[in-house]
């Protein structure tokens, strides 16, 4: 990979930390102020689904008869 490459994931990385560390302030001053934190949008519905998707995969792999022919 050439470094200008290296550069931009670096920035793009870096960018996700700084927001997750916002996010992280907003929520401590929520919590100081006495108020509940907000949850970031999406992120319940993300998690039920991979749940889910866990859960039918597992389901597929101990059916009966969901072994290799």
């Known amino acids: ?9 670096h920035h793009v990385h870096a960018a996700g930390l700084r927001a997750e560390a916002h996010a992280h302030s ?15 949008r999406g992120r319940g519905l993300r998690a ?3 749940w889910r998707l866990v859960e039918v995969g597992l389901r597929l792999a101990t059916a009966p008869g969901a072994g290799a022919a």
Do not use: C
Not at 26 to 40: H, K
């Open 48 to 50: 039920r689904l991979g």
């Open 26 to 40: 907003l929520a401590a001053d929520a919590a100081a102020a006495g108020t509940p934190p907000r949850r970031p």
């Open 1 to 9: 990979m050439h470094a200008e490459s290296y550069l931009a994931l």
